[in-house]
């Protein structure tokens, strides 16, 4: 697993079916059309405390515990910056698997991120934005692009790795569309790739962070 911010899914799916009756004849009407595009959500997106679960091949059970939460200005590589508090668990049949409490680092006015710091499982480590592409400010569905490229520190600061972000945005609802955050790259030697979906209003507003595939020794896992 990655030390990388993580997110959660929850599909968002609805469908109504209305009947009229009168005079002997009914009708339904065509289903709305998808939402087609949306305002760029503001960032960082943070979320209250969100409990979701998956099912491996083994019929394993996996539970994560995810939140995040804005903190207070502290000093990052040099710059004061404003905090987010993130939280992961990760258990396999009920034991706690992989645990991570971590710091992300961020400008704002225009919101621009530093980087991370945390624990994974008790092992320290850092990273550092070396590159960032914000979202643009209207989200349309089919849209995509890069948004940011990190290194990978250790508590020593030896490199151990570096990963990139990029985005999609996809149908869901005629009311919300899905934002997708895909992150590829490598740590400590291991190929590491990562899925996480937020289900956006056309306002903007942020209503889940809600689908997360992620890599759990070595086993892709997706959480809802």
């Known amino acids: 697993m990655s030390p990388t911010r993580f997110a959660l899914y929850l599909s968002v799916v609805s469908a109504s079916l209305i009947s009229g009756c009168g005079g002997g004849s009914s009708s339904t009407p065509a289903p709305q ?18 409990t979701l ?27 004061n910056a404003n905090t987010s508090a993130i939280g992961l668990t990760i258990s396999e049949n009920g034991t706690v698997v992989a645990t991570e409490d971590s710091t992300a680092y961020y400008l704002v006015s225009p919101y621009s991120p530093l980087g991370l710091s945390g624990t994974t499982s008790g092992t320290a480590w850092s990273a550092i934005i070396t590159s960032y592409t914000p979202l643009p400010s209207t989200l349309t569905v089919g849209a995509s692009g890069p948004l940011s490229s990190a290194t990978y520190y250790d508590g020593m600061m030896n490199m151990i790795g570096s990963l990139t972000e990029t985005y999609t945005v996809t149908a869901n609802s005629p009311t919300s569309l899905f934002l997708n955050i895909d992150a590829a790259g ?14 956006i209003a056309s306002d903007g507003t942020v209503q889940g962070l809600v689908q997360a595939q992620i890599t759990v020794n070595g086993t892709t896992l997706t959480f809802h």
Do not use: H, K
Request: glycine share 6%; net charge negative; hydrophobic share 30%.
């Open 186 to 199: 490598s740590i400590n030697g291991v190929q590491e790739t990562e899925t996480l979906t937020y289900s």
């Open 33 to 50: 059309q998808n939402l087609q595009s949306a305002r760029a959500p503001a960032q960082p997106m943070d979320t209250a405390s969100t």
């Open 53 to 79: 679960t998956a099912t491996d091949s083994s019929g394993n059970t996996w539970t994560v515990i995810y939140s995040s939460t804005t903190g207070e200005m502290a000093m990052f590589n040099g710059q």
